[in-house]
């Protein structure tokens, strides 16, 4: 039999709904299932400790790991031609945890890739970066980081206005 991956919701799918135990036919096709060498998830909006007692029945054998923190995470980065000296950076994609296989091995790493500086136009939510996570030498996923403020291109017209201002205190 070929293995199969198989995604499961929580509410009105494992759980009737208004109801807070598994079935035992559930738990039997979930043991069967499992048994078969078929991949069990959860795919939910639940966070990870409302979903903790469900792993017991199939889906123990994965565990969130701890995803590594990066000693050198800069807050912001410097932009070229803005008014805009620095633009603060937006790590929110990169989750606290990642789900895997209990035993799987190997230590997870986190590398982030972000140039030197960003040349303006910057917008809000434009990928400036990436956060690589490593299981040993295999890639396991990437998120982006992000820009989480517009920094405008500075043309002549804002160039010459900034100067005003700082020489006469004037808006």
């Not at 035993?103 to 997870?108: I, M, N, V």
């Amino acid at each position: 039999m070929k293995q199969k991956l198989i995604f499961l919701d929580i509410d009105g799918t494992l759980l009737p709904p208004g109801e807070m135990l598994i079935p035992q036919s559930t738990v039997e096709a979930l043991h069967k299932a499992h048994a078969n060498g078929h991949k069990l998830f959860l795919c939910t909006g639940r966070n990870l400790r409302m979903t903790q007692p469900l792993l017991d029945y199939g889906f123990a054998h994965y565990a969130a790991v701890p995803v590594p923190q990066l000693p050198d995470r800069p807050l912001e980065l410097a932009v070229k031609g803005s008014a805009e000296q620095t633009v603060p950076l937006d790590y929110s994609a990169l989750p606290e945890t990642i789900l895997l296989e209990k035993g799987a091995g190997g230590t997870l790493r986190g590398e982030l890739t972000l140039p030197e500086t960003l040349e303006a136009p910057v917008e809000r939510g434009q990928a400036v970066g990436k956060v690589s996570v490593y299981q040993g030498e295999n890639l396991l996923s990437e998120y982006e980081v992000r820009a989480a403020v517009d920094a405008a291109k500075l043309t002549l017209p804002d160039a010459l206005h900034l100067l005003w201002e700082s020489l006469t205190g004037v808006s």
